[in-house]
């Protein structure tokens, strides 16, 4: 499948332009590798939307992303913005550019509806801000909730039945037509998958080259649950965020200026980025880099016309450090990690 979409997208360059444009949407959804999840094809590369909150900006973003052939989209009702890309795919409905069937839109559950009472509530708010009848994807943001008032953080007991049946009713009730799950550990996936009637279709975990985490990756495909790596990039704007929400920054692995991703993208004559997608992508992951910025959301999705060598792939997998190079470990909410259902290893 893969190999076939390098080809197609190699000799595409060759076509008349006119031909690619007028390629119609439903083709250009088949012309992006995919990966199963459940019983439909998440396209293998998505958009991130993580930090995506200024309207006029991201507008553009969505606009352009959809025009360079962006069909899956990574949202969350944490990031604050289902209500703009909701805005944008109306439009692109309303106006026949786009079908509704075009397109895979994921969100998810946040902390304070991570709860077998709150999950419909939830998932009701974020397809009325997106506008939409039914999701492609819906994910369980993290392992426990929190409760909903904001006066006092009160972390829930873990109860992963209770929630999970929760999510197992909205698909027969149509609301999404699949269930994931993120930021879940080996045993956590283990244990739903022991009592689960609608396996999860979909982990979403933190994956780059400083952190390719093996074993949950292939616990996961194993078990036929597709892995969507986030902060594919590094997450750049880690810092940024911190400080803007008054924490300490911290030193972060720096994954577009390693030396041995460049080396290797200079071969290619591709970017640093490219190099750290394609390397998710051919352990056949789903990516979803965030970016705003016109040329970036344009190189990011070009990752089809170029292939790593298996030497290539073996240098990259050197880089891997573990948990040191995790970025998002959610201690951006107080405490978090004292709970005994915490997903990630402690640092000491
Ligand atoms: N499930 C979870 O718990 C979870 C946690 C974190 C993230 N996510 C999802 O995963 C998505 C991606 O992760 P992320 O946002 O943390 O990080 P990321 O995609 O690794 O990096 C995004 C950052 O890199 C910059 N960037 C994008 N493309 C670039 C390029 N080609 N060259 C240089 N810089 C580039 C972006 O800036 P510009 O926008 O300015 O271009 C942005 O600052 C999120 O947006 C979100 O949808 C999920």
């Known amino acids: 499948m893969l190999a076939f979409e390098v080809l197609v997208r190699y000799f595409s360059r060759f076509w008349p332009q006119v031909e690619r444009q007028s390629l119609s949407s439903q083709q250009m959804r088949k012309a992006i590798p995919t990966i199963p999840c459940g019983q439909l094809q998440m396209p293998m590369i998505g958009l991130g ?3 995506a909150t200024d309207p006029a900006e991201f507008e553009a973003a969505l606009n352009l992303a959809f025009d360079i052939g962006y069909r899956h989209i990574d949202t969350a009702a944490f990031y ?3 209500h703009i890309i909701g ?3 109306n439009q692109w409905i309303c106006s026949e550019k786009l079908k509704r069937d075009d397109l895979f839109i994921v969100t998810k559950l946040p902390i304070q509806g991570i709860h077998r009472d709150r999950v419909e509530k939830y998932l009701c708010q974020s397809l009325q801000k997106l506008g939409l009848q039914c999701l492609d994807l819906y994910l369980i943001h993290f392992p426990y909730g929190k409760t909903e008032s904001t006066k006092e953080l009160v972390y829930e007991k873990e ?3 209770g929630i999970w049946q929760a999510m ?6 149509g609301r999404t037509k699949t269930i994931g799950l993120s930021n879940f550990s080996i045993s956590q996936i283990d244990n739903i998958l022991k009592f689960c009637k609608i396996k ?3 982990h979403q975990i933190e994956v780059h080259v400083f952190l390719q985490q093996p074993d949950l990756v292939q616990f996961c495909q194993k078990n036929g649950i597709g892995v969507t790596a986030y902060s594919p990039l590094g997450s750049p704007h880690f810092n940024k965020f911190l400080k803007h929400i008054g924490m300490k920054e911290r030193n972060l692995v720096n994954v577009l200026t390693n030396p041995v991703v460049g080396e290797i993208a ?5 970017s640093n980025a490219q190099v750290a997608l394609r390397f998710l992508i051919q352990r056949n992951l789903a990516v979803i880099p965030k970016s705003t910025t016109p040329a970036r959301l344009k190189s990011n999705f070009d990752l ?3 292939c790593l060598t298996d030497q290539e792939m073996k240098k990259i997998e050197t880089l891997d450090i573990g948990e040191e190079a995790r970025i998002c470990d959610w201690m951006f909410f107080p405490k978090i990690d004292e709970h005994p259902a915490y997903p990630f290893r402690k640092k000491c």
């Open 49 to 51: 939307t993580w930090q």
């Open 80 to 82: 604050e913005n289902e």
């Open 87 to 89: 805005k944008i795919i």
């Open 159 to 161: 109860d992963h039945k």
């Open 168 to 173: 197992e009713r909205q698909v027969e009730a």
């Open 200 to 202: 999860p279709a979909n």
């Open 266 to 270: 200079k071969k290619h004559c591709k």
């Open 304 to 306: 089809f016309d170029f």
